[in-house]
């Protein structure tokens, strides 16, 4: 059964940093690509970042390039992503995500639980 | 960026309705389209992928068609578990984009 369950999640001032996790079982990790997916409160889903399964090709959203960066341990199964000056529109609960594949070009088929990061003063 | 238009935004419906959403891209993105079930509180749940492979697991009531810009998700008899807020997806190029979600109500 895949398992996706992110941590890390918390409420910080603006300004801030903070690292999220995403531990992954139940699929070979290496073979997928994994995504974060956000949603701040009361509104859409918001696609933040995509890295493929070697780690080697990283996507970012205009809103996030130059502050987050995604990254993964194949070793660990793990994905996280670094979050460095974290705004209040940056307030959302954020989603480890996975695709089918590794290439980052095939659909997404799980989505974990979320965590819920809150930038406020 | 490939802009994501769903319609309509909400929508009221009754047991055993069948309900249509629509998604359209603002350009050609094949058959690279998902649909996925949010209920409040939940992560979302996947649906369809290519626009029109069930996902495993998911009933055969949900159905999905279309290929290049014009997309739709069709409950063939919409059931008391399927109140819930629906999105599209394309993940034909990046960044991939939501469209603004479809919340179906009674």
């Known amino acids: 059964e895949v398992q996706l369950l992110e941590s890390g999640g918390g409420l910080l001032q603006p300004g801030g940093s903070l690292r999220l996790s995403c531990a992954a079982s139940g699929f070979t990790f290496s073979s997928c690509a994994m995504n974060w997916v956000r949603q701040a409160p009361g509104k859409g889903l918001e696609w933040v970042s995509t890295i493929t399964g070697s780690g080697d090709t990283t996507y970012y959203a205009d809103s996030v390039k130059g502050r987050f960066t995604i990254s993964r341990d194949n070793f660990e199964n793990a994905l996280y992503l670094q979050m460095h000056s974290l705004r209040a529109e940056d307030t959302a609960v954020y989603y480890c995500?996975?695709?089918?594949?590794?290439?980052?070009?095939?659909?997404?088929?799980?989505w974990g639980q979320g965590t819920l990061v809150t930038v406020s003063s | 960026a490939i802009q994501m238009t769903q319609s309509p935004s909400s929508l009221s419906a009754s047991v055993g309705d069948r309900v249509t959403i629509v998604c359209r891209a603002s350009?050609?993105?094949?058959?690279?389209l998902g649909w996925f079930q949010q209920k409040p509180g939940k992560a979302p749940k996947v649906l369809i992928y290519?626009?029109?492979t069930l996902q495993s697991g998911v009933p055969s009531r949900f159905s999905g068609s279309g290929y290049g810009t014009d997309f739709t998700l069709t409950i063939s008899s919409l059931q008391p578990e399927d109140f819930a807020t629906y999105y599209c997806?394309?993940?034909?190029?990046?960044?991939?984009?939501f469209g603004q979600g479809t919340k179906v109500e009674i």
């Open positions: 290519a626009a029109s």
């Open positions: 997806l394309q993940d034909y190029n990046y960044p991939r984009t």
């Open positions: 995500v996975k695709d089918r594949g590794d290439s980052g070009y095939y659909p997404i088929d799980y």
């Open positions: 350009q050609d993105i094949r058959n690279d």
